[in-house]
């Protein structure tokens, strides 16, 4: 046997041994750090992947989730087969240096499956309750705030549930991939791009296209009097997506003026009054304007 043949299986082992002792850890802790816990198993995995071939790092995976499911929860468990897979798929991508767009899509396909299986398949045997959870929000809401129920019903909160998992979804799959890229470029492992929210920014046509739908949408729910629960995710995931390239502008503004600290605030207004209808506008104007060039020409002026 070789030596790095060697060296391949006892790296192996060893990864499939911490797996192991963070399950134990994490059943002792009475499940308060699983999440946690899973977007870190996915940063050997993606090692590994990328190091070595992806047979081994089926194997790798394979025996990990065999210790997992012995020692485990079984939320546990399967939120670390979705570590596995986005693992498997992540480290496979960075070999065949894929396109940014195509390992978040990926990773976002892996997260969704997660959600629908935690909150729809296994809902029960996990003893989670999404209905009565956003009830019981919903109801505690009406307590401090008694005028919101004149505008937001309780039907329509619990209408929303497929949005809340697409938006579940899509926050795992952000800091999934900027954890692994966050860790494994100071292992010398490049990704293609990078995955700031500050960098992000959408092409012209992409912004054309989300303007008619959200536009379309709403559109025909106002005007046409059409009543489609279809039409109002479509429109409120279109708005989600000029709001979310609003905040991606604030971002890359305070970067820019070296004011980071800031982010953290930036974050935090969405939750302000008409804050998010203002991130929605400033992301149509950074789409379809040079506001980010400006910004780069007027900051190399004045220095």
């Known amino acids: 046997m070789s030596r790095t043949h060697t060296k391949m299986m006892v790296q192996g082992a060893m990864i499939a041994a911490i797996f192991g002792a963070l399950s134990i850890i994490n059943t002792y802790t009475g499940s308060l750090f699983d ?24 194997i790798v995976c394979l025996v990990s989730m065999f210790v997992i499911m012995i020692m485990g929860l079984p939320f546990f468990i399967i939120s670390s087969i979705s570590s596995c897979l986005i693992g498997l798929f992540i ?31 296994f809902a029960q045997l996990l003893q989670i309750d999404l209905v009565s959870e956003l009830t019981l929000m919903y109801q ?45 470029s100071r292992l010398k492992i490049e990704f293609t791009g990078h995955f700031h929210l ?54 890359f503004y305070l970067i820019v003026h070296q004011k980071q600290k800031l982010i953290i605030l930036a974050f935090l207004a969405v939750f302000l009054p008409f804050v998010g209808s203002l991130y929605v506008v400033v992301g149509i104007l950074d789409i379809f304007s040079d506001l980010r060039q400006n910004i780069l020409y007027n900051k190399n002026n004045h220095e």
């Not at 004149?150 to 619990?158: H, S």
Request: aromatic share 12%.
């Open 35 to 58: 999440i946690f816990i899973c977007y870190g198993m996915v940063v050997p995995i993606v090692w590994y992947g990328y190091t070595y071939d992806i047979k081994h790092n089926i």
């Open 91 to 121: 480290g496979e991508a960075l070999k065949r240096n894929a396109k940014k767009e195509i390992i978040l899509f990926g990773t976002f396909v892996v997260t969704m499956l997660n959600n629908v299986m935690i909150y729809e398949v």
């Open 140 to 184: 505690e809401l009406i307590h401090i705030l008694p005028t919101f129920s004149q505008t937001v019903t309780l039907d329509m909160i619990l209408s929303l549930i497929p949005i809340v998992l697409i938006i579940m979804s899509v926050m795992e799959m952000y800091v999934i991939v900027l954890i692994c890229q966050l860790v494994l």
């Open 198 to 251: 500050a960098m992000m920014h959408l092409s012209e046509r992409t912004g054309i296209i989300i303007a008619i739908i959200m536009f379309g949408a709403y559109g025909l729910q106002r005007f046409a009097d059409i009543d489609s629960i279809y039409l109002t995710y479509l429109y409120i995931l279109a708005t989600l997506t000029f709001g979310l390239q609003g905040l991606s502008f604030v971002c």
